[in-house]
């Protein structure tokens, strides 16, 4: 999970060698790995997304008040600040202020090793947070409910099968993931007893009803893996506003195509409800890289 695991170099490498590997392809996982890519990718193919700007340190350097003009043009505060390829919660923020988007600039963009500890304080970084150096910084819409009855964060996790040579996707039920801040944590979604994950995700209480919104959901992160190729198995991080059981969508947020296989990862447990014991789940992921070398 993360790189250079998740970006494609490690399957490269492999590749040369003709050695099996589990999960995406190289060409794949570069792509999901890199936050900005993928959800263009997927806007040019109709799905809802955030809105999304690239900030080159370089262009922050050269002028920085230029850069905030343009940043706070496209945006309304608040609005999303994060690395473009890390995986997970790592330096993600909403940003209220242009102060919080002067520090967070200055925090990603910075020259040194450690961090600034007024950044730390305006920016409300735990003291031993992660907040890593980057080239560039993804600033995106913050998405809210947009009038919908019901709105939730969700993560589901998937499986790939090849049956008879073809490519067949097991999408699990999702979760519905318990933010105790304003943004999930690294400590959330990995540790046993920091976060909350609700398998299955709370949809709507009537178990009919159940049926059509986790349908269209699961369709949607189908459809979302096999517009990137995504294969082996995944982790999809999406909201979904549900305005009536017949009128769901889903905003993906990014895809793991190698999520974090901690115990307390919620991907087990959706696997649990689709039968499969956590040795069971490895052992399809193996199998099915066995099967695609071959």
Known sequence: HGRPGEDGTVQAILDKFGLPYNGSSSESSSVTINKYKTLQLLRDKGFTVAQQL??????????????LSLIEHTFQYPFIAKPNDDGCSSAVKIIKTREQLINYCDGVFRNEESLNNDVRRILNLGDKEEFPKKETILFESLITANGASHFLEITGGLLTHNKDGKLEYE??????????????????????GEGQNITPARFTKDAML???ISGKVKSDLQRAAEVLNVTGYARIDAFVRVFSPDNVETIIIEVNSLPG???????????????YKPYEFIDQILEFAFNQKK
């Open 261 to 275: 296989m901690t115990p307390a990862t919620c991907i087990f447990h959706q696997c649990a409800l689709n039968g």
């Open 54 to 67: 690239l900030i080159k340190k370089s262009a922050y350097k050269d002028s920085q008040t230029d850069t």
């Open 210 to 212: 159940y049926k059509n």
């Open 171 to 192: 999408i699990f039920e999702p979760s519905e993931a318990l933010a105790g801040g304003e943004v999930l944590s690294l400590e959330e979604k990995f540790l046993a």
